[in-house]
Structures are given as structure tokens and as C-alpha cells.
């Protein structure tokens, strides 16, 4: 023995988890959903999602290299995630610098003005894209039909999606039996054989990544039971009192990006609650807010707001549930 | 068109007016009286909120100031006697003489005097390297190098010695307002009277341990020989706990004590340096 | 099979000494005994500079109630009585003696017959546990003739012994049930006469399934005495989890087992006390596992109180060239040493060697809010809070949190995939905020 021993606090073992690892998997949770996007959406998905991937890191990467002068934690992978999660929410046919505008607010400003990593109140990918379709919403809201590997990025073809011709329709007197026959079958919906953003159709990839993510325990099931099954019984309500003016649950669970959403942007971390009772208020909170954007709000989808608005909760839950402690004695009067 | 521009500012004004007197009544329903001198004590005090008066902050230092019969026990170390007389001429009383203090570490385990015996690997932080061990030496009562008191200074008085890993005390910043003293888990900062020149002698060993182990720990450590107890002609030396002490009011600053520790650990600062004794020695090698 | 509900972690078990056989360390030329080796009131050297002693002669007396005997593990000549780096990391006082021979004290029975009779009643069992210097040998030390005496307004109706060992790499307990499994079971009788109890369930985890088998077919002989397997989850082995996960009571915080009728002693109290009650032998050795990924000849050995750990790492093949950190204890509960001549206590259960690579920290990063520490909390804390309310000097915030109610078992710091120092932090909260409590007593 040439040095000196080491000498620190116990445990002196480590369970090799790594911020890395989880970020990785998240990113092989997604991939399932990639490949059918690029499946369906062909060169445009491909594109874009490369763009944003590109330019989240690159932004993150310089910002911490020139602002922060601090150690470049990029490998870390969560800019990563945050690139694909926001190429995940926007048309496929979307041009390159409004991405690159998304990828700057995303990453300056919901994420590193508030210090980094493990700071930001709000789901930085969701920041970027309400900001794209708030500054750009023709751009936002022309959704390519799927093609099968169509070689078309700008001048795909565009449609509305289930979510717009239900609303539309609605707005303009029609019944939801009339309305049924315009959009895809649940089978379809369920395969993604809609229009949509590149990421949130098919709803099998997400499901396939949802098992994979519980099975390495990245996430735990609180908040996508919770988010879903919120939605459901509050849609199914409102559907057992008028069929004729409100979808039924299927269907809105299955259309736009409920399950990306209820899987993937309210599991983040950071801006999630951090015990089982709260997740499952803020998971329900989701859903129902959704729910209400969705059937009274001026949007076709309200999954990012609804959301972004239960982040801004998430500290208030933090501080006021807590989680019932081991030999916690039960007050007797 | 001019009649909603009437509208909007009439309305406007009406808004104002309304909020203006609600205002008003609460402020008077909610107004708590307060004794005027207590700001005007603060404005002289150093604003600093260190907490060096013993209280949480300038303005309660400042309400205890204005409470307080005498000022007996009340002192502002930062502002030291200029800003406790400002203080006193406002509220008419008159402002003990208190000592001047300044921070002085009673350590000198550099690496050269100090093996090191072990690699701490956890959080740099002294309470915690305190709570588990020895420290990367052997000596139990030594600095641990880890910077507590470096980050309590609110006043950048402090840095720490990359090559000695002990920190460094800037008397000129100093305002001894004791947080390095209470940071320290190992209690070796003191706050020591201030001398002409900022000249200081003082033992800088904090070493209870008997003379063998102390020696085997560092090379300068206190190992309690008495030698400096016994030359001193002023009583200004104890010795507890095999631990040499030097009064700060009581010392002279003789320096006999200096010259007789056999292992250097009382050390003298700021002085000329001692020419007698190497025009002796040149001398003696001339002859 | 059974477990504690909440939490827990599952690191590799590591347990390669598993099949070695218990062996007698030789005794060493000299031995270094502190006199404060279990928690509470050190005991008052009796001996001086230049006595000789016997190997079971008491060397320093039990001072107050919560304190034990110290008894000396060698016979020989006593050195002087100095100063010595223990496992608490800090000088202790400690009696070095040289030694000489090996004589025992006369009353001490050494044959190898098994005593099944117990002739002691439950006090004078009591006794001589604390005549004997027993104290819980799992590494918390509690002495064991407090934990054995019923204050009068409580009462105990089961005595569960913990064999569950869930820290890794520690065999310890694992061989004395498996070699010494008889005198392990009259032990626990013992114990269950002291308690005046008549109802004992054994703990063990199921990885160690030779010992379940062999300790099932042993407790059809002894009245009173069952074997549970329990599931393979750090920390099984902890106190309150150990009794909710075999009868199901939950001890409140910052009460004791006694709260909920029930007492735990471990395996190796369980075999010191047959040692004590029958042999009339007191408590100056016990087995340690000495062990290690790249030591040569890991194994578990009997060990004089007093040994150097570098004797013991001899008697293993040597230190191994590339060794950066020593443990005294298990890797998550244990105590990292800084030098080799640390000697051996009643509270060292194992000594492991890691190499450089396992032995230091990786960086640690900024908090992703994963809560995976809430989820690998046995006690439902939220260990990131308490982290973070003490790093800030938040203490009253962190006693609110239930801060004091933390085991510093360690599982939130293993899962942490930033690699958060929590525990540390955690610990540095928990001592603050005790001694803010105790101050505030005072005050009263």
C-alpha cells in the first residue's frame, strides 16, 4: 500500500445509478415512438428531430462554456431528452429556424436561468413548444398525414387532427355520431395513423416505452395512471350526459398527446412531485385540467398547458404532502 | 372618441382616489409606534448584519441599543469605538471603552509540521470531517483545512493558504465580529486583543494532548514544558491541559517566551526583526 | 416470505466468505483495549503500569448504568495505558498490554461440552452479563444487561433475534448459526429466561439458506424458538424493520422495541451470552470476517479484543497492494479506518478491504429530483430535504422533517444517481439538531 487510506462517511458502496444511465434510458424508452414517427412521417421527422436534438445540446453547451464558466455536463443527457421530447411535439413539416427558436427558449430560458439541470420549475420542452405555438401558429397547427416514409418535409401533405375536426365540428353545430365518420378508428388511432405531432400518434411506441421505463425503474406508474385514468373518468362523465356533444373516453385518451404526455412530460423529473401522494394529485390535476381545455378551452389540445400548469404546483405539494412517515403516531383525539 | 378618453380617466382617478383613502385607513389601524432614535441609531451602525453584537442583525442591535440603561455588555465589534460613540452621543449615554479584538488561529500544522496520516474523501465542510474523525493528521485538535471559517467571513478577511492549508486571517478586514470562532468545530480561532502595529505573540497550538503524542502529531505543537510558564515575568502564561495559554492583556511583548518554546509553537508577529542577537552572532563568527 | 414494507435497497450481496470456516486468529504479541467499546459511560481502568493480568481478568470497571465491564483478552504484562486511534476515529483511552503466554482466569470452563442446563435465574443471568462485558455485538454495542432488564410499567412478550445480516460482504453471524448453532439456541433460551419470555422467532434472511435449514432442524429440541426466512432487502436487519417485517408492530419514532413488547439481541449477543451464562467466560473475543475483492484468503475468525486489524490482515494474505480504503463494519453502515493498527472491539463485526477503484467517491452532481431516495427510504423520509435543510443550517426545519427519526442506514445515498453525499449532510443535521434538543432541556 503506497497511499494514504481514504476515509468518508458511510455507505461506502454506491448502487452505480447514474444521472447518465437514467437519461439513456429515457432516450431508449422514446426510440420505439421515433421509429414509428419516422415510419409515418418519413424525411420530416428525421429532420426535425434531429435539428432539435443538435441545437437543445448545442445551446446548452455554450451556455455553460461562456455564461455559467462552470464544468460542461452535457454528457449528462438531459438536453438530450429535452431535444427529442420537444421534436416529439411539433408538426413534422416545421421549419428549421422556428425548431432552433424553440430549442433556444427550451434551453436558455426554461432551463438555465434557473441554474440548470434540477432547477427549472417548468418542463423546459414544454416551454418550447407552448412558446412555438403561441409566436408561430400557422406553422404549429398544419399537420402533415401520415405517408409512410414520404420523402416530402415542407410540402407534406397536411390534415387536421382528430382533436381539430372534433372541435371545429362541434363549433359549427355538427353531432359527435357525424364527426365519428371523419376521423380514424380507435385502431388506427391506436397504430398512429393520424395526423399529429411527429411523436405523440402512435400510441403503441409510447406504450411499449412505458413498460420499458417502468421495468429499469426510471419512473414509477403514479403519474401516467393517474393522468389517464383521471382523463377517462372525467370524460366518461361528461359522455354519459350528452354522447351528442362530447367524445367518449377512448377517444380522447387515444388522440393527440395525452399518452406522450401523461408517459413522458409529466414523469420529468425535475418538475414533478416527489412522493407517491403527490404525484397522484398532480397526475390528476393534469387530467382533468386537460380535459377542460380540451372541451371548454379555445385550444383543440391542452395537455402542454395543462401541464406547465400543474408544474407551477409542484413545490406547493412538495412542502404541504408528505409522505407518511415509518412511526408516525396516529393521534388519538 | 374624446368621451372614453373622459371616461377612462375620470374612472381611472376615481379607482385611484378610493384605493388612496382604503390606504390610508389601514396605515393608520395598522401603524405601530416605534421609537424614532432606533433609526437613527441603525443609519450610524455599520449595516453590515453580521451578527458579531450578539444579535440577529443591525436594526435589533440597534432597538437593544435604545432599550439598554447603560451600555454595559453592548458592543458593535465592526464599527469598534467610533461608531458606539456615534451611538451613545444620539441616545445621550456614554460608550465603554472596549478592547479592539482581532481573529487569530491557534494552529500551525502546515504539511511540513503535520504529516498527513489519511485521505478525507467526502463533503469539504470542517463539521462534518469533525463529526467523523481525527482528520487527515493525527492531531485531534488541529485545523482540518476544509474552510468553514473562510466561508463564514462576511467580510473577505479571510483566505485559505493553498500550500500551508491553513487559512489566513487579514488583520486590516478583520472587524472581529467572531463568526470564524463559531464556525470552527474545533474552536481554534481566538479573538485576541489588538496590539500597537498589529504585533502579536501568542501560543498557535490548540493541542490538549501530552507532551509525547502531541510531539508524534506535530512537529510544533504545545507539549506543556513549562519552559515559557516559567520565564515569563509578567503572569501572563497558564498552562492547562498540557496547554500553554498567553494573555493578551497581561503580555508585554517580551518575547523571552518566544525564544525558550523548544518547538516553536509561540510565535511573534510584526516585530523589527531582533538585531542584538545576530550582530552576537555575526561577532562571534568574525572573531 | 417476509420483509419491512417501505424502502430499501438491494446491493450485490458480496458475501465470499460465506463458506469459510471460523478459525482462531493466534494471539498477537500485544493488544491495545480500549476501555470505551459500547455506547454509554466508560469504564474505570482498575489496572496500572506494570500488573500482570490474566486473559478474562477484568481491566476496567462498568461506571453508572448504561456502561460494562472491560475485561483483558490476553494474559501478560500491562505496558501503560495511553491513548489510541479506535474505530470511532478519534483518540481513545485504551490499556496496551504485552503479552505473555496464555493463562486464563480459573473459573473460565474451556472444554468443548455443550451446556444445555440452565442453572442461573433470570436475574442473576442479567448479572453475569453484566459482570461479563455483553454488549449487542451487531456494531451499535448497546450493553446487554440494560436491554435485558424490563423497567417495571413495560413488559415483553416475544424476544426476536436478528440473524438477518443484511449488510453486505458480513458473515459473521451467518457461521456462528451454522457452526456454533446449538450454543447460539441455548443462548436465545438464556435470553428468554432473562426476559421471562416464552416466545422466540429467529430472523434470517434467505440467502443464507444452509442456515435456515440447519437452525429449523435444531429449534425442534428448544421450546419456544422458530426460524423465519426473511426477503433478501437492505435493511432487514435494522431494529424496527426487523419487527415490523416479522410481527408486524411499529415501533414510534424515537421510542424503543420495548414500546411495542419486544426486544431484539443478534445472533452473536446470542452465542456471547451462552459463552458468559454457561462457560462462565466473558466477553474479550468474537468473530470477525475479514474480507475483501482482492485480499487472498478472506475468511472469519475468532478475534481477541485488543488485536491490531493489520494481525488480522496478515493472517488473510497480507494487505493487497491496491487497497484505498479499510472498513470496520459493513460497507453501508461502516466506519472507514485511517491506519492499520487500529485495534479490534466488541463492535467490529468485519474488517473489508476495497480497492483503490471502489474506494473513492464519484463527483457528485446537482439534484434531479428523481426522489428515488423517498422511495429507497425505509422510514419514509425525504432524505434530499434533509439534506438540503441542513447544508443551508436550516436545522428547525430539518427536526420538523423528523430528521432525528433518520438510521443513517445509508440506502438514500447508495440509489443517488447524482451521487449526492446525503448522508453526510443528513448526519451533520441529526447530531446539530440533538444537541440543539438536549440544550433546550437544559435550559427547562
Redesign the interface.
Known amino acids: 500500500m503506497s497511499n494514504l487510506l481514504n476515509v468518508s462517511l458511510s455507505p461506502h458502496t454506491h448502487g452505480k445509478e447514474t444521472t447518465r444511465k437514467l437519461m439513456f434510458g429515457v432516450v431508449i424508452a422514446l426510440l420505439p415512438a421515433l421509429f414509428t414517427s419516422i415510419y409515418y412521417f418519413g424525411i420530416g421527422a428525421i429532420i426535425v428531430t434531429a435539428t432539435s436534438i443538435i441545437s437543445c445540446v448545442l445551446f446548452e453547451y455554450l451556455i455553460q462554456r461562456f455564461i455559467f464558466k462552470k464544468p460542461i455536463s452535457i454528457t449528462d443527457g438531459s438536453a438530450l431528452v429535452t431535444g427529442l421530447l420537444l421534436a416529439f411535439n411539433v408538426p413534422s413539416n416545421i421549419p428549421v429556424f422556428i425548431i432552433v427558436i424553440g430549442s433556444f427558449i427550451s434551453i436558455a430560458v426554461a432551463k438555465m436561468t434557473f441554474g440548470g439541470l434540477g432547477n427549472n420549475p417548468f418542463n423546459p420542452a414544454l416551454v418550447g413548444r407552448v412558446f412555438m405555438l403561441i409566436s408561430f401558429p400557422r406553422q404549429m397547427t398544419t399537420w402533415p398525414i401520415p405517408a409512410g416514409l414520404s420523402t416530402k418535409y415542407i410540402d407534406a401533405v397536411t390534415g387536421a387532427t382528430p382533436l381539430a375536426i372534433i372541435k371545429e365540428g362541434l363549433k359549427n353545430g355538427e353531432s359527435i355520431s357525424q364527426l365519428m365518420t371523419q376521423i380514424p378508428t380507435p385502431v388506427q388511432m391506436f397504430l398512429g395513423k393520424m395526423g399529429g405531432s411527429l411523436g405523440e400518434v402512435a400510441a403503441i411506441a409510447l406504450l411499449i416505452g412505458f413498460v420499458y421505463l417502468l421495468v429499469k425503474k426510471i419512473i414509477t406508474w403514479h403519474i401516467p395512471v393517474s393522468v389517464i385514468g383521471s382523463m377517462a373518468i372525467f370524460t366518461t362523465i361528461l359522455w354519459l350526459i350528452n354522447p351528442e356533444k362530447n367524445a367518449d373516453p377512448m377517444f380522447h385518451i387515444l388522440a393527440g398527446g395525452v399518452l406522450l404526455g401523461a408517459i413522458f412530460m409529466a414523469t420529468d423529473y425535475v418538475t414533478s412531485p416527489m412522493n407517491p401522494k403527490a404525484m397522484i394529485i398532480y397526475g390528476c390535476g393534469i387530467g382533468i385540467l386537460t380535459v377542460i381545455i380540451r372541451v371548454w378551452g379555445a385550444y383543440p389540445e391542452g395537455v402542454s398547458f395543462a401541464i406547465l400548469l400543474m408544474n407551477a404546483f409542484v413545490p406547493l405539494m412538495n412542502a404541504y404532502i408528505k409522505p407518511k412517515r415509518f412511526g408516525e403516531e396516529v393521534k388519538n383525539g | 372618441m374624446s368621451s372614453t378618453v373622459l371616461i377612462t380617466i375620470i374612472s381611472l382617478s376615481l379607482l385611484a382616489l378610493i384605493s388612496a383613502v382604503i390606504l390610508y385607513f389601514i396605515a393608520q389601524k395598522f401603524k405601530i409606534f416605534e421609537d424614532p432614535r432606533i433609526d437613527e441609531v441603525q443609519a450610524v451602525l455599520p449595516a453590515a448584519n453580521c451578527g458579531g453584537c450578539g444579535f440577529a442583525g443591525c436594526r435589533n442591535f440597534a432597538e437593544a441599543l435604545v432599550k439598554a440603561e447603560t451600555f454595559e455588555g453592548l458592543n458593535c465589534p465592526v464599527g469598534g469605538a467610533v461608531t458606539m460613540e456615534q451611538a451613545a452621543k444620539i441616545l445621550g449615554k456614554a460608550a465603554p471603552v472596549v478592547e479592539q479584538t482581532v481573529a487569530v488561529l491557534l494552529c500551525n500544522g502546515t504539511p511540513e509540521f503535520r504529516p498527513?496520516?489519511?485521505?478525507?474523501?467526502?463533503?469539504p465542510?470542517c463539521?462534518?470531517a469533525h463529526?467523523?474523525?481525527?482528520g487527515?493528521t493525527?492531531c485531534?485538535y488541529g485545523c482540518l483545512s476544509l474552510a468553514d471559517c473562510v466561508r463564514a467571513c462576511a467580510f473577505d478577511a479571510m483566505y485559505m493558504n493553498s500550500e500551508t492549508g491553513l487559512p489566513v486571517i487579514i488583520d486590516d478586514k478583520c472587524v472581529s465580529c467572531g463568526a470564524c470562532v463559531k464556525a470552527c468545530p474545533r474552536h481554534i480561532i481566538e479573538l485576541r486583543k489588538k496590539a500597537k502595529k498589529d504585533r502579536k505573540i501568542y501560543v498557535a497550538c490548540s493541542n490538549c494532548?501530552k507532551g509525547g503524542?502531541a510531539r508524534r502529531a506535530c512537529k510544533v505543537a504545545c507539549i506543556a514544558c513549562n519552559k515559557c510558564y516559567n520565564v515569563c515575568e509578567f503572569n501572563a502564561i497558564t498552562i492547562e491541559n498540557n496547554l500553554a495559554y498567553i494573555d493578551a492583556f497581561k503580555c508585554t511583548f517580551c518575547r523571552k517566551c518566544v525564544t525558550e518554546c523548544p518547538t516553536n509553537c509561540i510565535i511573534e508577529l510584526n516585530f523589527p526583526p531582533r538585531k542584538p542577537k545576530v550582530e552576537a552572532q555575526a561577532e562571534t563568527v568574525a572573531t | 416470505m417476509k420483509t419491512f414494507p417501505i424502502g430499501g435497497v438491494h446491493p450485490p450481496e458480496n458475501k465470499l466468505t460465506a463458506g469459510c470456516v471460523i478459525q482462531q486468529l493466534p494471539v498477537p504479541q500485544s493488544v491495545a483495549i480500549p476501555i470505551l467499546q459500547h455506547i454509554g459511560t466508560p469504564a474505570t481502568v482498575i489496572v496500572n503500569k506494570g500488573d500482570t493480568v490474566k486473559t478474562g481478568q477484568v481491566i476496567a470497571a462498568s461506571k453508572g448504568i448504561v456502561s460494562t465491564n472491560i475485561h483483558s483478552s490476553v494474559s501478560g504484562k500491562v505496558n501503560k495505558i495511553d491513548t489510541i486511534i479506535d474505530t470511532t476515529g478519534y483518540k481513545q483511552t485504551a490499556v496496551f498490554i504485552d503479552v505473555q503466554g496464555d493463562e486464563w482466569v480459573d473459573t473460565i470452563d474451556r472444554s468443548d461440552e455443550i451446556l444445555t442446563d440452565i442453572k442461573l435465574s433470570s436475574e442473576e443471568i442479567i448479572k453475569r452479563c453484566l459482570e461479563s462485558g455483553i454488549v449487542g455485538l451487531g456494531g451499535a454495542t448497546f450493553p446487554s444487561h440494560v436491554k435485558l432488564t424490563v423497567p417495571s410499567g413495560k413488559k415483553c412478550d416475544v424476544l426476536i433475534i436478528n440473524g438477518a445480516e443484511c449488510e453486505p460482504y458480513l458473515t459473521s453471524d451467518h457461521r456462528i448459526m451454522l457452526e456454533r448453532g446449538e450454543q447460539f439456541l441455548i443462548g436465545v433460551t438464556i435470553l428468554m429466561k432473562a426476559l421471562k419470555v416464552t416466545r422466540s422467532m429467529i430472523g434470517i434472511e434467505s440467502n443464507k439458506t444452509d442456515a435456515i435449514e440447519h437452525l429449523t432442524n435444531l429449534a425442534t429440541a428448544f421450546q419456544g424458538i422458530t426460524v423465519h426466512p426473511l426477503k433478501v432487502k437492505y435493511p432487514q436487519g435494522a431494529e424496527k424493520q426487523l419487527i415490523k417485517a416479522l410481527i408486524n408492530r411499529e415501533v414510534p419514532s424515537g421510542r424503543l422495541p420495548l414500546d411495542v413488547n419486544t426486544v431484539v439481541h443478534n445472533v452473536g449477543t446470542a452465542f456471547a451470552v451462552y459463552e458468559a451464562v454457561q462457560k462462565n467466560k466473558p466477553l474479550f473475543e468474537r468473530v470477525v470476517t475479514i474480507t475483501g475483492k482482492s485480499l487472498s484468503k478472506p475468511g472469519n475468525y475468532f478475534v481477541r479484543i485488543g488485536t491490531p486489524v493489520s494481525k488480522l490482515i496478515e493472517a488473510a494474505g497480507g494487505l493487497p497492494e491496491d487497497t484505498g480504503k479499510i472498513v470496520s463494519g459493513g460497507p453501508m453502515m461502516g466506519k472507514s479506518l485511517n491506519n492499520t493498527e487500529v485495534p479490534i472491539v466488541k463492535g467490529t463485526s468485519g474488517i473489508i478491504l476495497f480497492p483503490e477503484s471502489e474506494s473513492e467517491r464519484m463527483q457528485s452532481e446537482s439534484c434531479i429530483r428523481c426522489a428515488k431516495c423517498i422511495s429507497a427510504c425505509a422510514l419514509n423520509l425525504e432524505p434530499y430535504l434533509l439534506m438540503t435543510l441542513s447544508e443551508k443550517g436550516l436545522f428547525e426545519r430539518a427536526e420538523k422533517e423528523r430528521i432525528t427519526d433518520c438510521m443513517e442506514c445509508g440506502s438514500c445515498s447508495y440509489i443517488c444517481p447524482a451521487q449526492r453525499p446525503l448522508l453526510d449532510y443528513i448526519r451533520l443535521g441529526k447530531s446539530t439538531v440533538i444537541k440543539m434538543a438536549r440544550e433546550r432541556v437544559v435550559k427547562k
Open positions: 498527513r496520516t489519511s485521505k478525507y474523501d467526502g463533503v465542510d463539521r462534518i463529526n467523523l474523525y481525527i487527515e493525527d485531534s494532548d503524542p
